[in-house]
């Protein structure tokens, strides 16, 4: 007779009370590090010297106000607006002393994710279709935000350009102590999130087609 076994002894290890202790550690001094270190990361600003400053459409009054400030304080040629509705956002840099005539209108078609993916693709096609080929940009973006728009838009741009990010402060939230509100909690967890998926899982398929678009239309011009 055939005896069938269903179940069957394995050995499990588990931590001793050290091992708890240390794992307890490691976890507990991981999060104080994300805690402390993750807005500066986010938040990050490293601008060069540049030309044009580019700005987001979606960036609040008092960002868009910044950008004003620094477009005039450094002395740039054009300030270049990224979105689908610009006509409030010039009138906002006019208020705060940008000559209109330096103001650069980009339209960016609304898209259901990687906006500023998106955002990345118009300015390039717009810098080799403008003829500013090799001039060097900087982007002018808010808080926490920066570290992402920064990696997707060199991501982009390549090494053709010399690319910069501008990192405007938050008013909504304390960025020193941003666990203690909601809003800068949920922010800065979001970001964090974004962050990682861009970097680890983000192919930016589109780029190769607009690229393919752009060399295509150069090939059709030589006939």
Known sequence: ??????????????????????????????????????????????PVHAQILA?????????????????????????????????????????????GRQIVKIPVEPVLKDRTFAYAVALRNWLLSSG?????VNLFTLGVHARRSWMLFRKELGSDFTFGIISCEEQDYDPERWWESSEGFKIVLDETLAYIYTRLVFIPLRAFSHHEDHEDHEEKEKY
């Open 1 to 46: 007779m055939i005896s069938m076994k269903l179940v069957k002894r394995k050995e499990l290890w588990v931590p001793t009370c050290l091992g708890w202790v240390l794992i307890v550690l490691a976890l507990t001094l991981t999060i104080r590090g994300y805690v402390r270190n993750i807005h500066s990361f986010l938040c990050v600003s490293e």
């Open 55 to 99: 700005v987001e459409e979606w960036i609040p009054p008092h960002a868009l106000e910044s950008a004003a400030y620094e477009f005039k304080a450094k002395g740039y040629c054009l300030l270049v607006v990224l979105g689908d509705e610009g006509k409030l956002v010039v009138s906002t840099l006019e208020r705060a002393g940008v000559d």
């Open 132 to 136: 500013m080929s090799g001039k060097a």
